[in-house]
């Protein structure tokens, strides 16, 4: 839970010092994901950076929740959350190509005597494609988003759709 707390901070530390540079050419998106690094459900904060005209970097990070069948609860449903945090390079203008990666944490609460935790991590990778339309905001992303749970391999895929919030501040092709 320790190291879950950390990473948090640490991760916002750096949203928020690289959203300070003095030529902001940056924006953020907000946006909702089924399956992807979180699993099943998230919500998700980004903060897009431009680095070159069609390249820019992803910083994100988001919550999930995923609901399991818990004999703890008398058969009832239980809830694990999820918090993604990843990073990825985009490149093109409104149509871009996803290559990123990241960690999930993941923790499970139980109802026995000690209303003990269990957290766990695993990590994840992304591929994939997104379309950002940078008049009306709206962002939809389809990525193959497969991870490593101790040493096993899972495939698995997300889809997204969110929008920008705020202003972009530098045109598609990252000139001020």
């Given at each position: 839970?320790?190291?879950?707390?950390?990473?948090?901070?640490?991760?916002?530390?750096?949203?928020?010092?690289?959203?300070?540079?003095?030529?902001?050419?940056?924006?953020?998106?907000?946006?909702?994901?089924?399956?992807?690094?979180?699993?099943?459900?998230?919500?998700?904060?980004?903060?897009?950076?431009?680095?070159?005209?069609?390249?820019?970097?992803?910083?994100?990070?988001?919550?999930?929740?995923?609901?399991?069948?818990?004999?703890?609860?008398n058969g009832g449903i239980a809830f694990s959350y999820s918090a993604p945090f990843t990073q990825s390079l985009l490149y093109g203008?409104?149509?871009?190509?996803?290559?990123?990666?990241?960690?999930?944490?993941?923790?499970?609460?139980?109802?026995?005597?000690?209303?003990?935790?269990?957290?766990?991590?695993?990590?994840?990778?992304?591929?994939?494609?997104?379309?950002?339309?940078?008049?009306?905001?709206?962002?939809?992303?389809?990525v193959f988003t497969p991870f490593i749970d101790q040493d096993e391999f899972y495939y698995w895929f997300g889809i997204s759709l969110?929008?920008?919030?705020?202003?972009?501040?530098?045109?598609?092709?990252?000139?001020?």
């Amino acid at each position: 839970m320790k190291e879950l707390a950390l990473t948090l901070v640490l991760s916002t530390c750096v949203l928020l010092l690289n959203g300070q540079t003095p030529a902001d050419r940056s924006f953020s998106n907000v946006y909702l994901e089924a399956g992807g690094s979180a699993l099943l459900v998230s919500t998700n904060y980004e903060r897009v950076f431009y680095l070159a005209s069609s390249l820019r970097t992803a910083s994100r990070l988001g919550i999930g929740l995923l609901p399991y069948n818990s004999k703890q609860w008398n058969g009832g449903i239980a809830f694990s959350y999820s918090a993604p945090f990843t990073q990825s390079l985009l490149y093109g203008d409104d149509f871009q190509f996803e290559l990123g990666g990241g960690v999930t944490f993941l923790v499970h609460t139980s109802k026995d005597i000690n209303h003990s935790q269990h957290a766990s991590r695993y990590i994840t990778g992304i591929f994939g494609a997104r379309y950002q339309n940078y008049d009306s905001g709206l962002l939809i992303r389809m990525v193959f988003t497969p991870f490593i749970d101790q040493d096993e391999f899972y495939y698995w895929f997300g889809i997204s759709l969110g929008t920008t919030i705020g202003k972009i501040q530098a045109d598609r092709t990252g000139a001020n």
